[in-house]
């Protein structure tokens, strides 16, 4: 008999902090979840029946943990006891599994007790903090604090920036006037001068320019060089998290949840139901040996000998306390080939499944190869000062893993594609120049980070772990400290007042260091190093004390400091309304508040019509865990149209229907089965705010 337990059926206490702090022994008391009740009833009965039970919870610190609370809350006698784990849901997987049960590493089951016991200290003892001080119903983490001052840090930065003009100087070069290839070359070097050419105005500049005038330009070096890239390694969770968020725009908890559907499986007709992919919460880039055989095996019979290595590829992981019993992200079976199984997936089930697929396929391929050219070439100036110019080209010489999968970065541009073609050339040509030209150009600002960049610097600076990051960025946004704009983060109002309190008055402990020693000492009673109450009381005696500090030094925070402003004008009293954050999300109120207690919702118009009745469409949160946006008419309850994906003002072009976003670039019809690539328009981005 197979029992499901639903995730966690024990936690502690919502009605109180649950952990025992007055002798510092941190003992936690577990309450059953409410819900979990009827479930624990059932497993109960369930145990009493069975002459063996396996316990079969995810192969991570949460599935240890509540395979540990199952005991106790299943009353499970320990001579019955028997830990399975696989890292993908397969036949041979989990026969295996069953054929080597364990016992229940209690390691494990006391990291994420210690990271459980420490969350919920940090929650229960600063938030009142923000309660007192801020203003009631806001959160502090001892993680998403420290999110939000990266992202405040990062805009801070960006906004402050001061951009340095500087300009550069070109020259469009051929070989002779026959010849068809023309190409261009920047000016690098002055004789006499540094790196700094001192072209820092256009007065420097076109000094240079007017030296050069009708200079003779010829080949002063060619240097050809053979050029590699290596592919990248498997998927782990955040690099999965990070290049599906740049490819297709998904955020961490949509590539989480459809990751998981992949994992659990999913029914593929005559074949029945199969997990497609391995467990997708780990840090490891190890692959199973069977896995590479079988790559190499398909790599072989699908793309020949050429894209076959002399050996397997191996991969060492970066990430610190990386567990190398897991495995990363990979088909259970490359045979089941994103297009074989296409059918009996959804659109974004394709899209993960095909992304890992590839990123798998191209673990296994030889490097690309890319012939390089760089020419240096010469010019005298009138002053008699020569002026170095150079060219690169690249050319790709074997695609190598390329044939399948092309790496993708937020904010860095491929230097080693083809984009500049070079004619033959050897040291001493001339070369006609046609044209000489200056470019003014300015230093960019620090770009604001998305969700995959800042997954990305949560993971180098130690900070999380696979199974936090997509909570992290949902949290975040919930409680309304971040928000997007153009898939970056920028801090709300209310997200710096925080900041602002917490980096003021418990900076020993929401630092980037501090946290990021937590995590580790984590990984350390995880593998038995450290044992778990020492670390907590040594993190617990000094924050306690900041707290206790905190309730004298620290002033309330203005009511203005945190209320947003908006154009919008009470019809009560005629004072200006501004915007809050409550339960729901954001909403007008009278700045008047106490005395005026006018308040009404805050409704985003878009310029798009209902399909249905053709009143305007608005962007309206739906009320719930999460508050997730969706779109409406704005002439509900008598039109009840809906969707819970972004409209587009552009109509369908083959019936003119309403098109919807349907991924990055992707929109689909919502009335026919219209499905194409769309650029999101002004009308649709640029939301206009009214109230109702």
């Not at 009827?38 to 039970?53: E, G, H, S, T």
């Not at 920047?186 to 005038?213: F, P, R, W």
Request: glycine fraction near 6%.
């Amino acid at each position: 008999v197979a029992k499901a337990s639903m995730g966690h059926i024990r936690d502690l206490p919502k009605k109180n902090m649950g952990v025992k702090i007055d002798d510092l022994s941190f003992t936690p008391t577990y309450s059953l979840i409410p819900d979990r009740r009827k479930i624990i009833d059932d497993l109960r009965a369930a145990v009493k029946q069975a002459d063996n039970v396996y316990l079969a919870t995810d192969p991570d610190r949460e599935g240890e943990a509540i395979a540990w609370h199952l005991i106790a809350a299943a009353k499970i006698d320990s001579k019955k006891i028997k830990r399975v784990v696989f890292h993908e849901i397969t036949k041979d997987a989990v026969q295996h599994a069953f054929d080597n049960p364990r016992e229940v590493d209690h390691n494990l089951v006391s990291a994420q007790q210690a990271r459980r016991i420490l969350d919920r200290l940090v929650g229960y003892e600063l938030s009142p903090v923000l309660w007192k001080k801020v203003r009631k119903g806001l959160s502090a983490g001892r993680v998403q604090s420290l999110a939000v001052k990266l992202v405040i840090e990062r805009e801070i930065e960006h906004n402050d920036f001061v951009p340095r003009e500087y300009w550069s100087i070109s020259a469009t070069l051929l070989k002779d006037k026959l010849d068809k290839i023309v190409f261009e070359a920047k000016l690098t070097a002055i004789e006499g001068l540094g790196k700094d050419l001192g072209l820092d105005n256009e007065q420097n500049t076109q000094a240079v320019l007017s030296d050069i005038g009708n200079a003779e330009f010829n080949v002063k070096n060619v240097t050809k060089k053979q050029t590699t890239r290596k592919p990248p390694p498997p998927f782990i969770t955040s690099t999965l998290q990070q290049d599906a968020s740049r490819k297709f725009r998904f955020t961490a908890s949509n590539t989480m949840r459809v990751a998981q559907q992949l994992y659990e499986g999913l029914d593929l007709g005559a074949e029945g139901s199969a997990g497609l992919i391995t467990y997708m919460r780990t840090d490891s880039t190890n692959v199973a040996k069977s896995a590479i055989i079988e790559t190499t095996e398909f790599i072989k019979n699908q793309y020949g000998e050429k894209y076959l290595l002399p050996k397997p590829r191996v991969y060492k992981t970066k990430v610190k306390g990386a567990q190398e019993a897991h495995e990363a992200i990979r088909p259970t079976s490359i045979f089941n080939t994103p297009e074989k199984i296409k059918k009996h997936l959804s659109n974004d089930q394709y899209r993960l499944y095909k992304l890992i697929w590839n990123r798998m396929i191209c673990t296994q391929m030889p490097d690309a190869l890319f012939d390089q050219t760089k020419l240096e070439i010469s010019a005298n100036g009138k002053s008699g000062k020569e002026y170095v110019f150079a060219s690169v080209g690249t050319v790709l010489k074997f695609d190598g893993y390329r044939t399948v999968y092309m790496e993708s970065d937020d904010d860095a541009k491929d230097v080693l594609d083809d984009k500049n073609k070079l004619p033959n050339l050897d040291k001493g040509d001339d070369l006609d120049c046609s044209n000489i030209s200056k470019d003014q150009h300015f230093t960019e600002a620090p770009p604001l980070y998305t969700e995959a960049t800042l997954i990305k610097l949560l993971e180098e600076k130690g900070i999380g772990r696979p199974s936090t990051y997509a909570a992290i960025m949902t949290v975040i946004q919930d409680r309304y400290y971040v928000q997007k704009t153009n898939n970056r983060f920028v801090s709300t109002k209310l997200g710096r007042v925080v900041n602002t309190l917490l980096t003021q008055h418990f900076a020993d402990t929401l630092n980037v260091g501090f946290t990021a020693k937590l995590e580790a000492d984590l990984d350390e009673i995880a593998s038995g190093e450290k044992e778990w109450v020492p670390v907590i009381k040594e993190f617990y005696v000094p924050f306690h004390d900041l707290i206790k500090k905190s309730e004298t030094g620290v002033e309330r925070v203005p009511r203005s400091e945190i209320d947003e402003e908006s154009s919008e004008v009470c019809e009560a009293c005629e004072r200006p309304m501004v915007i809050k954050v409550g339960r729901y999300g954001r909403f007008l109120s009278c700045s008047g508040f106490p005395e005026c207690k006018t308040a009404r919702p805050i409704v985003v118009v878009l310029e798009v019509n209902c399909p249905e009745c053709a009143s305007k469409l608005v962007e309206k949160q739906r009320r719930g865990r999460g508050n997730k946006t969706f779109y409406g008419c704005s002439g509900y309850p008598e039109c009840n149209f809906a969707t819970n994906r972004k409209p587009i003002s552009e109509p369908c072009p083959e019936c003119t229907g309403l098109l919807v976003m349907w991924g990055k670039d992707r929109a689909r019809c919502v009335k026919c089965s219209y499905k194409g690539t769309v650029k999101q328009d002004e009308k649709t981005t640029e939301l206009i705010e009214v109230t109702s």
